[in-house]
């Protein structure tokens, strides 16, 4: 077995290095996954399954950090692991729409966006888009800055 160089639990390891059947098995995508974001998905599911609830993909630019994002949490919805996306991002991918756009190319489902701005804290519209994300069937997606 693989030394992770970090204590880690015989369960994570196990979850990390146990051959499983393919999550990818019935997922439609947007576009074809590349063998980067398939092997970082796929390590992402088994680290989720070992009990850790957050996790975040680490790419260089332009390497498909969002398409990646989505297509997991897509995987963790279908599994009723997951209920929601919460996004943090630099108030210039906000203001640039750069999750808006990802979300309406790579999502293949129905979503409902709510963007909160720190610069707009003091208003309360926000607060009330938020509510509104819960009371879908759709995925509730959370931009934040």
Same mark, same amino acid.
């Given at each position: 077995m693989l030394n992770l160089g970090i204590p880690c639990s015989p369960s994570l390891k196990a979850?990390?290095?146990?051959? #499983?059947?393919s999550i990818f098995e019935g997922i439609e995508t947007a576009l074809p996954l590349y063998d980067h974001q398939r092997k970082a998905i796929e390590k992402c599911l088994k680290v989720f399954?070992? /009990?850790v609830n957050?996790? /975040? =993909?680490?790419?260089?630019?332009?390497?498909?950090?969002?398409f990646a994002t989505i297509t997991t949490?897509? &995987?963790l919805r279908n599994q009723g692991k997951v209920n929601f996306l919460v996004? &943090?991002?630099?108030k210039t991918l906000i203001d640039g729409r750069t999750w808006h756009d990802e979300l309406a190319k790579h999502c293949l489902e129905? =979503? #409902? *966006?709510?963007?909160w701005d720190s610069s707009k804290a003091k208003s309360n519209k926000w607060q009330i888009e938020f509510d509104? *994300?819960?009371v879908t069937s759709d995925l509730p997606v959370f931009i934040v800055n």
């Amino acid at each position: 077995m693989l030394n992770l160089g970090i204590p880690c639990s015989p369960s994570l390891k196990a979850a990390l290095f146990s051959p #499983k059947k393919s999550i990818f098995e019935g997922i439609e995508t947007a576009l074809p996954l590349y063998d980067h974001q398939r092997k970082a998905i796929e390590k992402c599911l088994k680290v989720f399954d070992s /009990g850790v609830n957050g996790f /975040g =993909y680490l790419f260089e630019m332009s390497l498909g950090k969002s398409f990646a994002t989505i297509t997991t949490v897509r &995987i963790l919805r279908n599994q009723g692991k997951v209920n929601f996306l919460v996004v &943090i991002c630099p108030k210039t991918l906000i203001d640039g729409r750069t999750w808006h756009d990802e979300l309406a190319k790579h999502c293949l489902e129905p =979503y #409902k *966006l709510c963007v909160w701005d720190s610069s707009k804290a003091k208003s309360n519209k926000w607060q009330i888009e938020f509510d509104r *994300l819960f009371v879908t069937s759709d995925l509730p997606v959370f931009i934040v800055n």
